[in-house]
């Protein structure tokens, strides 16, 4: 079974253009969770979905950023207009959505570089 | 609101010393779930261990060993008789019990623990 899929593995981005990263759940898997980390800190929550609905989006900032899980295809999580402050590890976690408080399965997250 | 904390940030140990990671945490839940994950220089989380608040029992498998407090808040991660391989960021985690939740998880910053060979 393939574990989360995420790609790309590292992305560069120029400031004010647009980073898309997606996010790929174990099969079998209907809700997806997004994280940032940020160097030398701890893994922030942004956003968690199920397929086709935003469930709890309090930890996304109100601006710039935007996350989608569609019926067919990855989750994507986009940010426009990309400033330095960005630039961090983005993780993306499944879980098959049984139940609540199911361990999640992380993929190797998306590496963003903002030059 | 919900807080985990690990104070330690950094550990360094030589290969076969048993070594403890510190985890507090805050929430108001009488119900909540608490968590370990391992961050190898891969990047990828692996999952260790999740622990329900009313399950106060310690728990051992292998070379690891959970102790669960709740009276002080505290879940504390051993590695017994540490090897290279264990050099990792371990993080604990505590999670809700809410629907809206889901299975989100409320991260405490991480111990790099290395391991010298």
């Known amino acids: 079974n393939a574990g989360v899929m995420q790609n790309p593995r590292h992305l560069v981005r120029r400031r004010g253009q647009e980073a898309r990263l997606r996010c790929s759940p174990m099969?079998?898997?209907?809700?997806v969770y997004w994280y940032r980390q940020l160097p030398e800190e701890g893994l922030k929550f942004m956003v968690y979905?199920?397929?086709?609905?935003?469930?709890?989006e309090s930890g996304m900032p109100k601006e710039r950023f935007s996350a989608e899980f569609p019926k067919e295809g990855p989750s994507i999580l986009r940010i426009q207009q990309v400033v330095r402050g960005d630039s961090a590890a983005y993780f993306c976690?499944?879980?098959?959505?049984?139940?609540?408080?199911?361990?999640?399965?992380f993929g190797s997250g998306t590496q963003l570089s903002v030059l | 609101a919900q807080k985990v904390t690990q104070a330690q940030t950094e550990i360094s140990v030589v290969e076969k010393e048993d070594v403890t990671l510190d985890c507090v945490y805050e929430?108001?839940?009488?119900?909540?779930?608490l968590f370990w994950y391992k961050q190898p220089p891969s990047g990828e989380l692996v999952f260790l261990i999740r622990?329900?608040?009313?399950?106060?029992q310690n728990e051992i498998s292998g070379r690891y060993s959970w102790n669960f407090q709740k009276s002080t808040s505290s879940f504390n991660f051993t590695i017994t008789a540490s090897q290279v391989v264990d050099s990792a960021v371990y993080f604990c985690?505590?999670?809700?019990?809410?629907?809206?939740?889901?299975?989100?998880?409320?991260f405490g910053e991480g111990t790099q623990l290395t391991v010298n060979p």
């Open positions: 099969k079998g898997h209907s809700h």
């Open positions: 929430t108001r839940d009488t119900t909540y779930y």
């Open positions: 985690a505590l999670s809700a019990v809410r629907e809206t939740s889901g299975s989100r998880l409320t």
């Open positions: 979905l199920q397929k086709e609905n935003i469930i709890d």
């Open positions: 622990r329900n608040s009313f399950d106060e």
């Open positions: 976690a499944s879980s098959p959505g049984d139940r609540i408080n199911e361990k999640l399965f």
